[in-house]
């Protein structure tokens, strides 16, 4: 997991061409208005989802994790708090690989705040629960970019 701004991310580029790709993107959506949806930007190597939702007690959402690509999570507007757990507790039996997601429930995690123009990217091994509230409920826009790791 790396989390860090936006306006730093020129430091975690050079990781891979697919991730300079990814941080292009984010960087070209400054000032811009967008509707959301999916943005493809390299095929189904990187493509982007931009939604909105008001954020929710963490009692109410499950784990998630991933196998076949990284999340990169920049909060466009507003704030919340992402769960994260150690990796290595993914159960395989819940993981579907048509969608690349699989949930989990009962995991102790850590709460790390996130704010307009910050940066999440986890990795596969990384289970998250995205979309918790910080402080006080508030709508956040977000955009997630999937970057494909697996073949």
Known sequence: MIIDNLKNFSLYEKMDPLFKAAFDFLRSLEGRALSEGKYSILDDEVYANLFSYDTMEPEKLKYEYHRKYADIHYIRKGEECIYWSR????????????TDVGFLTD???????????????????DVHKPKCIQLD??????????VRLEE
């Open 137 to 146: 409920s508030c709508r956040v826009e977000k955009v997630v970019i999937k």
């Open 87 to 98: 990796p290595g507790i993914q159960q395989p039996d819940d993981y579907n690989a048509e």
């Open 107 to 125: 995991i102790c995690g850590t709460a790390i705040p996130v704010r307009e123009g910050d940066v999440v990217v986890l990795f596969p091994e």
